[in-house]
């Protein structure tokens, strides 16, 4: 069976059904088999087992290494199990991560010192996936660290309502369906989920 025939998440189940969590437990550096897996694929796969598995590890000490930035499941997986992931490696396409039912919180992602620079990327999703922005506390606290940069200290829900529309305009599709800014739903989301967090809590 040739790997790149197959998809990334069958591939790695059927290695995992194999044994593979315990052989990478095993090695002294298990990032280096991630590493060469990652870079032989197209740099746009969603990596949703590959990441499971990461999670499982101890990665403490390592650092990754890649020839494109990661994908932001795998990022955040590395993350949380211990290895440090240099600026430039951060994630800047967000679109498979955001129409994946099993979509990780990256939480790990966001408090990332560096976090903010992914708010360009998360930024793209907003037009069309406001809901997967939204719905995740890893992108509303990077969003909220780049809102709070732009806005300072003292910002109420209508001065980040304001500054949210320089993002992308004054249109937003949530659940399918065009709303302006400032508008019922966009106060209504703001109530339910606040994009500006304070660093202990990220909610």
Not at 14 to 39: F, Q, T, Y
Not at 61 to 84: F, N, Q
Not at 114 to 136: F, M, P, S, T, W
Request: charged fraction near 25%; charge should be neutral; hydrophobic fraction near 45%.
């Amino acid at each position: 069976m040739d790997p790149s025939e197959v998809e990334p998440d069958t591939w790695i189940g059927i290695l995992a059904a194999a044994g593979l969590e315990d052989e990478l437990r095993g090695m002294a550096h298990p990032l280096r088999w991630v590493e060469r897996v990652v870079n032989a694929r197209w740099r746009y796969t969603y990596w949703g087992e590959l990441s499971r598995v990461v999670r499982g590890l101890d990665l403490r000490g390592d650092e990754l290494h890649l020839d494109e930035p990661a994908t932001p499941e795998l990022c955040d997986a590395v993350l949380e199990a211990g290895a440090s992931v240099p600026e430039r490696l951060l994630p800047d396409w967000f679109h498979g991560w955001a129409t994946h039912e099993a979509a990780p919180e990256l939480a790990s992602l966001a408090a990332h010192p560096a976090a903010i620079r992914c708010a360009e990327g998360i930024n793209e999703l907003i037009r069309k996936q406001a809901d997967a922005v939204l719905g995740h506390a890893g992108t509303r606290r990077i969003m909220g660290l780049w809102i709070a940069e732009q806005l300072g200290t003292g910002a109420t829900p209508l001065t980040v309502l304001a500054a949210l529309r320089t993002i992308r305009g004054t249109a937003w599709v949530v659940r399918g369906r065009p709303q302006s800014w400032p508008g019922r739903t966009a106060l209504r989301r703001w109530r339910r989920w606040p994009l500006v967090s304070s660093p202990a809590t990220g909610s």
